[in-house]
């Protein structure tokens, strides 16, 4: 069964670092696109940073410079390095991934999902 699993939120202070860390039950290699996402209260779930199988990269633009998504196939696992984190970096963040090629930063572009794991930055 394909499955995702997020780890690494957690509560940071303004200015800090987290890495969050998505391991898959499948080869990571077999999925074309793997993303981040998040969803803060009351708001719509956003794309964050993408990357398909080849190592192209996507980031929204609220995050450019302040993020690194990477994956690490022989460990199946998908990786989100954030820095100088905002209070409005507050959210649930999930990691989505899926066999096609149109992934990139659209939801929709995806079909398996984590349960999310919690970033809250405080100031």
């Known amino acids: 069964q394909e499955q995702l699993v997020e780890s690494g939120g957690g509560s940071v202070q303004a200015g800090g670092s987290l890495r969050l860390s998505c391991v898959s039950s499948v080869y990571t290699y077999n999925w074309y696109y793997m993303a981040w996402f998040r969803q803060a209260p009351g708001k719509e779930r956003e794309g964050v940073a993408a990357i398909n199988k080849y190592g192209t990269t996507n980031y929204a633009e609220y995050l450019k410079g302040r993020a690194t998504i990477s994956r690490d196939d022989a460990k199946n696992t998908l990786y989100l390095q954030m820095n100088s984190l905002k209070r409005e970096d507050t959210a649930m963040y999930y990691c989505?991934?899926?066999?096609?090629?149109?992934?990139?930063?659209?939801?929709?572009?995806?079909?398996?999902w984590g349960q999310g794991t919690q970033v809250t930055v405080s100031s």
């Open positions: 989505a991934a899926d066999y096609r090629r149109d992934g990139g930063l659209v939801d929709g572009n995806y079909r398996v």
